[in-house]
């Protein structure tokens, strides 16, 4: 089992930033991926980012692509989201997500374990 934990949410102008973070607890070792999606109200979640847990490669969706920037930190089992040139419509409750193997990894379904999620309101 993996455990994730999410932190960093809040409120923020239009234009500003947040920094989100994800820490990973249990069996981190057989993590492959580690990916954040958000779920606006009313509307489905949806993907933002995604990291290898060792190679460190990227991918972002279209909306978000330039302006978020995902990492990972090994020695601590965290994985962050720089978020920067925030907009009212990247509000939502953002989740962290992981999984054990190769495969797809922008839908839900694509992923194994989940945290709580945390809330990010821009306000214009």
């Known amino acids: 089992q993996v455990q994730l934990v999410e932190s960093g949410g809040g409120l923020v102008q239009a234009g500003g930033s947040l920094r989100l973070s994800c820490a990973a607890s249990?069996?981190?070792?057989?993590?492959?991926?580690v990916g954040w999606f958000r779920q606006a109200p009313g509307k489905e979640r949806e993907f933002v980012a995604t990291i290898t847990w060792s190679g460190g490669n990227t991918y972002y969706a279209d909306s978000v692509k330039g302006r978020f920037t995902i990492s990972r930190d090994n020695a601590k089992n965290t994985v962050a989201l720089q978020m920067n040139g925030l907009k009212p419509e990247d509000t939502a409750i953002y989740y962290c997500?992981?999984?054990?193997?190769?495969?797809?990894?922008?839908?839900?379904?694509?992923?194994?374990?989940w945290g709580q999620g945390t809330q990010v309101t821009v306000s214009s």
């Open positions: 997500a992981a999984k054990h193997n190769i495969g797809f990894f922008t839908t839900p379904n694509d992923f194994d374990y």
């Open positions: 249990g069996r981190t070792l057989s993590i492959y991926r």
